[in-house]
């Protein structure tokens, strides 16, 4: 084929999904501004009844199972199965995830789960992808077209259409960038960001008011800030796959495993904490702008997400992080002497980008909910954080990095300190691959 032939073809199968991404984004935009608002009711009347309603997140949990043993098949393995297809391992996903995911998320939310909501609405955008790209006889529009919906879900639900771009391309294999998908993602993205806020989805945002004077002494801090963020990232990666592991080695059955471990959440939830640590962590990221944080909130909010996660219900992984990221950073300003507004945003990036082993993603959410004012802080401390957080993902079947072995390549096996520092064993030869 002649040069002029494949560019001709490239630019045709652009087009085509490019037009694709249009009705792509606008389903996933309605389907997450739905799953979004009936979420955000959910948590305000799981807050103001937390006392009847935790009590039987055991319960809901069983039933969920139940649902998912009999009638999910497939769509019980959720994010993986996005993944999966980014591997060449299956060539479409079950239409059925998508209401699966989102009533299964509705009852750990209403409950009083401890987690978050990225996850459905990637998972919502991913399988209607696949779904077009299938139809589509244009080579690789399966993946591309998924890749496209991943980007159109979290657009949806975040408004954060740069971000949501940049984590679809970059998350399903660390340090390659999909450019394949590149325009429409784009175009999938701010499709379903319009159409959510349209039907009445409202974006968060928050206004940072501090000023920062650069000097060794700034820049030292930075750099403490960026490698405990990426720790903090890497802790709950480690002991969210630690748990799963443990809690289905313990108890075999899932149905009993989730009745158990969720109606010990919910009981503990409700004695000692009246409900704090339920839902996606929202009220934690408020509660930092408030001045009204404990120390060891960040801890507690990784303990529970992690528990509820690796109990077996549903939701996402992303905004708890958020809430982790940004609950540090408030102790660390104190511990630092450094703004509160300007740390606690920090952390909410760079805790995320860590966890999910992304660098983009995260920098460019930071400039969407915090503004571009800080970038260049903001870019130093995701940059650290990715570099720190040992390779370590929440996404188990994410391909890691295979041409350099970055900072800190903490396994479980060293997790406890045996090795902590074995930079770079691999030379740059091997350049980062951008396709």
Not at 73 to 100: C, T, V, W, Y
Not at 392 to 410: D, G, R, T, W
Request: glycine residues 10%; charged residues 10%; proline residues 4%.
């Amino acid at each position: 084929m002649t040069f002029m032939k494949q560019s001709t073809t490239f630019y045709r199968n652009q087009f085509i999904m490019c037009i694709a991404a249009i009705p792509l984004g606008a389903v996933t935009g309605a389907i997450c501004a739905v799953f979004g608002l009936t979420l955000l009711k959910i948590t305000d009347y799981r807050t103001n009844h937390y006392l009847y309603l935790l009590p039987f997140l055991g319960i809901a949990g069983v039933f969920i199972t139940w649902c998912y043993n009999r009638f999910g098949n497939d769509s019980a393995k959720g994010m993986a199965l996005l993944f999966e297809i980014h591997q060449d391992k299956r060539s479409s996903i079950p239409l059925r995830l998508i209401p699966f995911a989102v009533g299964s998320t509705w009852l750990t939310h209403l409950f009083g789960g401890s987690a978050g909501r990225e996850g459905v609405a990637t998972q919502i955008g991913g399988t209607l992808g696949s779904y077009i790209g299938n139809k589509i006889r244009v080579s690789g529009a399966n993946k591309i077209l998924m890749i496209s919906g991943m980007a159109a879900g979290f657009s949806g639900l975040f408004h954060t259409p740069l971000a949501a771009v940049f984590f679809a391309l970059e998350v399903l294999h660390c340090g390659v960038i999909e450019y394949s998908a590149l325009l429409p993602s784009f175009v999938s993205a701010y499709t379903a960001s319009c159409i959510s806020e349209i039907l009445g989805l409202q974006k968060s945002t928050y206004f940072l008011d501090c000023r920062i004077v650069p000097s060794f002494s700034f820049i030292m801090k930075i750099i403490v800030l960026g490698v405990l963020f990426g720790l903090t990232g890497m802790l709950f990666s480690i002991l969210l796959k630690k748990l799963r592991a443990l809690l289905t080695n313990y108890i075999k059955n899932n149905i009993i495993r989730i009745f158990v471990f969720g109606t010990i959440i919910g009981i503990i939830s409700i004695i000692c904490f009246q409900g704090r640590y339920s839902g996606p962590g929202t009220n934690l990221i408020s509660a930092c702008f408030s001045n009204d944080i404990m120390p060891w909130d960040f801890m507690l909010k990784i303990l529970f997400t992690a528990l509820t996660l690796a109990a077996g219900y549903y939701g996402g992984e992303v905004v708890p992080l958020f809430s982790i990221g940004a609950s540090a950073g408030f102790v660390l300003a104190n511990v630092l002497g450094l703004p509160i507004e300007l740390c606690v945003a920090l952390g909410y990036a760079a805790v995320f980008g860590s966890a999910t082993n992304t660098f983009f993603a995260p920098l460019f959410i930071s400039t969407e909910i915090f503004g571009t004012e800080y970038l260049p802080v903001f870019a130093a401390v995701c940059a650290i954080a990715y570099m720190f957080n040992g390779n370590n993902s929440i996404y188990p079947l994410q391909i890691p990095h295979e041409a350099i072995s970055k900072v800190l390549p903490l396994s479980e096996k060293n997790f406890a300190g045996k090795k902590i520092f074995k930079i770079l064993n691999h030379q740059y030869k091997d350049r980062k691959v951008y396709h």
